[in-house]
């Protein structure tokens, strides 16, 4: 089995194709980059022959470099102003009472999520919640959202208590919750149950706003954040005026961008985008993420 990992593609394409949303890499390529960059990256000095390869841009010398890169896609990195960007870390990187942990890592759908209700699920639940599933996934081009029959076709369940436990971690629990696995290499999230507290939510409304909660929360191991707007699901509040606002697509669409390294830790995401900022501000140039395929180590 095979699935795609995101690594950051340091050495920065720079003429014909550093705009460019999506291009497929070739084994080997000539690129040019910054000297500051060669420095950083490189421990062999520099001699009068690599001189003579030199390029001049914005008054920055460029330095010519032969780069063997795995096939795969690359994208250039997605710039976001600081607001945002501080926002979604608390979100994607589960903050904590103010703090950061910053071994903790990214999580993320890379296959599309097959969702089997339990018979109990009312007919209009499942209807209503895969009309909401298809709103987010309609939007987002690497998230696919579909309801599959059978048990063994799904990788995400959705189940009420009560009845047969789908997931024993989570039986004991006195309230609606979900229960997810993801690899440990990658943090790709590949199973997750969900268990409705039926006597919490004894009702098809209350029931439909929770799985929608928790089914957005689990796209991502997110966390919602209290400055937010109460009519946003990212916001952590109790209304029934939640809708799937522009800013909670902005956040998603964000999260499942290539533009952007995948699965990553909170430490390598600030220093990517300290990089990707200081090119993109010195030179003009936009860092590009390869995105190739990588045998699976699930765990």
Known sequence: MKKIITSLFLLIFIFGHSQKHEHKTDSIHKIYVPIKQYKKKFTEDLTKEDSLNFKFKDNDTLVMVNQTVSRGVYVPYEEKDSVFLANYKKIA????????????RMKYWEKPIKIF???????????????????????????????????????????????????SRIHHYKSSN????????????????MRIHIEKEFNDTLVLKKMKDLFLQSLGQFKFL?????????????SDKKKFS???????????????????????????????QELLKEHGIKMNFIHHESPDHNH
């Open 93 to 104: 990187f589960n903050h904590k009472k103010g703090e950061f942990s910053y071994d903790t």
């Open 117 to 167: 209700f339990s018979k109990d699920v009312s007919k209009n639940v499942r209807e209503e919640f895969m009309k909401f599933t298809k709103e987010i996934s309609s939007e987002i081009d690497s998230l696919n959202i579909s309801r599959v029959r059978k048990l063994e076709d799904s990788n995400y369940v959705i189940y009420y208590s009560g009845n047969y436990e789908y997931e």
């Open 178 to 193: 979900y229960y997810a696995y993801w690899s440990l290499h990658s943090s790709q999230i590949y199973r997750n149950s």
């Open 226 to 238: 209290d400055e937010f707007e109460c009519d946003n699901y990212f916001a952590n509040c109790h």
């Open 246 to 276: 522009a800013l909670d697509l902005e956040i998603l669409k964000y999260h499942y961008s290539y533009g952007i390294c995948k699965g990553t830790d909170l430490l390598t995401f600030e220093e990517q985008h300290k990089q990707a």
